[in-house]
């Protein structure tokens, strides 16, 4: 096939929007952690420590960890294994995009029902986190599964970008 096909180009716009979606809201919620860290410092130092901006700076740390896992898969800054490149026979190199995406979509599909289950759990029990602020823990675990299924389906694109090489690049580093 010369070229990515029309509903695949559709797909990847609309996973790219997402993406950009979550990357923004990522980096608003580092701003926030930052200003609970300045802010729980300053508490501190002050001589009144307050206890409740670490809580929240440790559950938005979750948020972003999660929104930010798949913009970091499409851009190339997620965690690479260059190890055995020189070593692909020249033969196997061609496949090697696709057998990549097809484990990152495995180990998402691993990951996404583990975090489900957890999540699950914690709406049927609705269990407060250990915290000095009562949060419940279904609010903390919900981004998980939300996050790793925009990874999957970010790993999906990557698959359809390593089968129709005109799609834009998707490389496991930018440089390649």
Same mark, same amino acid.
């Given at each position: 096939m010369n070229g990515a096909p029309e509903w695949f180009k559709h797909y990847e716009r609309a996973v790219k929007s997402v993406n950009r979606a979550f990357a923004a809201a990522a980096s608003l919620l580092t701003l926030i952690i930052v200003m609970l860290v300045l802010l729980a410092v300053a508490t501190r130092i002050g001589g009144s420590p307050a206890l409740w901006p670490y809580d929240v700076a440790q559950f938005t740390?979750? @948020?972003?960890?999660? =929104? +930010?896992? +798949?913009p970091a898969l499409? &851009?190339?800054h997620h965690v690479v294994v260059e190890l055995f490149d020189g070593l692909v026979p020249g033969t196997i190199r061609p496949f090697v995009g696709h057998v990549a995406m097809a484990l990152v979509i495995l180990f998402g599909a691993i990951f996404l029902w583990?975090? @489900?289950? #957890?999540t699950a759990r914690a709406f049927d029990d609705d269990r407060l986190a250990? %915290? %000095?602020i009562a949060?419940? =823990?279904?609010? #903390? @675990? =919900?981004?998980g599964p939300i996050g790793i299924a925009q990874f999957? =389906?970010?790993a999906l694109m990557g698959f359809g970008? %390593?089968?129709w090489p &005109? +799609? +834009?690049a998707f490389t496991a580093r930018p440089d390649h």
């Amino acid at each position: 096939m010369n070229g990515a096909p029309e509903w695949f180009k559709h797909y990847e716009r609309a996973v790219k929007s997402v993406n950009r979606a979550f990357a923004a809201a990522a980096s608003l919620l580092t701003l926030i952690i930052v200003m609970l860290v300045l802010l729980a410092v300053a508490t501190r130092i002050g001589g009144s420590p307050a206890l409740w901006p670490y809580d929240v700076a440790q559950f938005t740390l979750v @948020y972003v960890v999660f =929104l +930010a896992m +798949a913009p970091a898969l499409e &851009s190339g800054h997620h965690v690479v294994v260059e190890l055995f490149d020189g070593l692909v026979p020249g033969t196997i190199r061609p496949f090697v995009g696709h057998v990549a995406m097809a484990l990152v979509i495995l180990f998402g599909a691993i990951f996404l029902w583990h975090l @489900y289950r #957890v999540t699950a759990r914690a709406f049927d029990d609705d269990r407060l986190a250990v %915290a %000095a602020i009562a949060i419940p =823990l279904k609010w #903390v @675990y =919900l981004i998980g599964p939300i996050g790793i299924a925009q990874f999957i =389906l970010t790993a999906l694109m990557g698959f359809g970008r %390593a089968t129709w090489p &005109s +799609a +834009a690049a998707f490389t496991a580093r930018p440089d390649h």
